[in-house]
């Protein structure tokens, strides 16, 4: 993903951010949006645009500035596209202004609704989303942020007449729709175009990428000899051959029932179409890799319930060599399977059905405030980061708004909006990696401390300032209150949801040795929208007291938004 550069124009700085076209997701071919020649009915009602700016509230009028890359609607006529598709996978970012109301239009007229839907609680036929069924989850962001949606469509299904069939879809990132069986008024046997339409506001597209799944299979295994090992299943190194030979197929059950093995694969990869192949792993085993011509692709780790892992590789037309390697649990069932795909072929298995059997159910364990707020204190693993943090505490409210912070460094780390918390990894039989997941529209905010002493508003930021967590203290409405010592000063930390936003509260008592400041954001750009309103990347709004010092700095590449912290200070966040 591509940024601003770090010194925005002054124009920038004195309205609604401009966000600039980025490059289209990978394995998705683009909908090129230079002009409006990609569509065969452009009204009056559509452009092509170089950037726009849209003010969350709807208080400041739309700004656009010439160039290509987005596509921008007000309402009218929908727009059709020349492209034309049955089955296919979808990508798009979109932005919408305030009380905005549209839809994607699919291959069979199956209509996928967008629109600013972000205040609502609960999902309804007016969330974005809605395609006849309600989404899980409302996952909208607010207007002004670019938002993804990302589908997986059948125009047709051979075993359902007049039927189409949503396999995915995902809005920012959750997943809050599949495999959902729309009907049709007759089966769709030619492809068809894709339209776009607005009846109500603004809506903006950019980056519009998209999949047409065929059903052939260019990349097949030949020539496959295997060699099974006995070694225990921890080993390092293995090096007891018990007895080898060749398959027809990629099969764990080569290994006749063995309670522990290594199993080596070797043999031909035959490519009749070149391009970028993923490929994924399902397995339950201590590791399976693989190698193609010498290079690794794809290696994943400990697998308790066929846990996937994925690969990109790069392929010529022709013959490869490939190498797999895979172990089992002597106290799990083995299973071993490989599915491959690229842009425009569905993803097909290069295992025997047999070699990867139904799994043991796994259940999905969550944590959902009902009448109260709930705490659940867990490790935290952030993407970015090789360990988890030890010492969080996620907080979950019934109107929905939830965050975690680290206890050891008084750091928000992250906050979201809807379902609270899968907590499966940590209940679920050992529990071994005892991690929390946002079940929401989660947004990172930042893993260093959110309260420091600095010598002066330059000064930079610690990553872990000097700072003690004293313990919290439990409201009337049940959430916490963190108390953190920080020199001779005590400051109280109440996070609080507030409508259609999460309030955070700061009350100091004592006297910091200098000046204390509140980490508000961190990010690769952050601009103000107004006087007291900042946006932080696509990911989020901070709204302070317009009276407040609030302090924009570069940090490294990117920037930080920073408030001196006294008395009672008081910052929202919303998206």
Known sequence: MHYFIQKVSLLLLACPIMVFGQAVKGNYSPLPLKDLSSFQNAGSNWTVQGDVSIHPSGTAKLKTTSGDGVLIGNPGNAITTTLKANDLRLFMEFMVSAGAEGAVILPGGQRVRISDSSKQKESSAQTSGFTGQF????????????????????????????SARLNSLALNGVTVLETVYLPNSKTVTEAQPLSFEVTKGTIAFRNLGYQLLASRKPLTLNNLNYKVYSDKWDSKEYSKLDHEGKSPALTQEVTNGMREFHL????????TEAGTYIFTSIYSGPVMTLDIDGKNVMTGGESTSQESHSGTAELSQGNHKFKIYYSRFPWRQPALALRVEKAGVRPYDLHALSSLPEPEPKPYISVTPDMRPEMVRSFIKLDEEKYKRTHCISVGSPEGWNYTVDLNRGALIQAWRG???????????????????????????????????????????????????????????GLPGFRYGIGSATVNDQLTPAGNSLSRTFRVDGTPKGTLYSLLASGNRIVEVEKGLYQVDDRYYVQVDKKAKVIVRPAGEGKELILPVSGTTTYSMFW
Do not use: C
């Not at 899980?136 to 059948?154: F, H, M, R, S, V």
């Not at 959110?450 to 203290?473: M, Q």
């Open 135 to 162: 989404p899980t989850q409302n996952a909208a962001k607010a207007p002004g942020l670019w938002q993804t949606l990302e589908l997986a469509y059948d125009a047709a299904v051979p075993q359902l007449a007049n």
């Open 264 to 271: 080596v694969y070797e043999g031909d990869m035959d490519v």
């Open 419 to 477: 379902q609270f918390a899968n907590v499966t990894e940590m209940w679920y039989e050992r529990g071994e990696p005892q991690l929390l997941f946002p079940a929401g529209l989660n947004v990172r905010v930042s893993g260093k401390s959110s309260l420091a002493v600095l010598e002066n508003a330059s000064a930079a930021w610690p990553d872990s300032s000097d700072i003690n967590f004293l313990g919290y203290k439990i409201d009337h409405q």
